[in-house]
């Protein structure tokens, strides 16, 4: 199966090309770098010609209210561009939780992705993660000052990006699920334990001070961002992921 895999080159699509070649399909790394640009156009209708299946893993460059922008275009760029090649499955990354924390620009344009998608007139699938574990170290950064990090309790369900990698590659190469899979790491923690966690993991001589309206996720009521009933677990515990 020739799958097109647009952002191909990151963190979570060099990984999904990898499976899906190590499983027999043709997979096509596509972004930037290989002159496929989704906002302005250029390179998307030639990167979808002749693939059976899109896999859209590109990201905007912010998290604030630009972000919807980002997802509208890239996305109308992108299904416009399947539907003329006959593409017959469109894929995408979302986040577990997305639509239950509207106060949150970020969030709020990954719905508007999902919708998008689902308007798009392509068979498709959402592939819904919990927060990577590779994205930890960015979580704790954004309310560090000098030695102290500041966190909330809310829960996170850490997952690795090589499961998400997994778990994406396995819905490409599948029937399009017309719907949404949600997939989490194996354990929860409250985001100020995690920071204990992760700190001691790494020798670190900061100290976390627990502070219920520190950061981004204090704005996210407690268990939205841990797998719903359904989820599919993955097999990585962050404990193993650290050491």
Known sequence: MRIAVIGGTGLIGSQVVERLKRAGHEAVP??????V???EGAGVAEAVTGAEVVVNLTNSPTFDDASPGF????MDNL????RE??????????IVGADQVPELDYFRAKVLQEDLLKAGG???SIVRATQFMEFIDAILSWTTEGKTTRLPRTRLQPIAAVDVAATVADVAAGKPLDGVLDVAGPDAYPLDELGRITLAAKGDGHGVVTDDTAGMFAAVHDGVLTAPED???????YSDWLS
Not at 71 to 74: C, E
Not at 79 to 82: D, G, N, W
Not at 85 to 94: E, N, P, R, T, Y
């Open 30 to 35: 596509h972004s930037l770098s290989t002159g």
């Open 231 to 237: 989820a599919r677990i993955a097999p990585t515990h």
């Open 122 to 124: 392509i068979p498709y």
């Open 79 to 82: 299904l416009a561009a399947s």
């Open 37 to 39: 640009d989704v906002i």
């Open 71 to 74: 997802f509208r275009t890239s």
């Open 85 to 94: 090649a006959g593409v017959g499955h469109v894929v995408i990354l979302s």
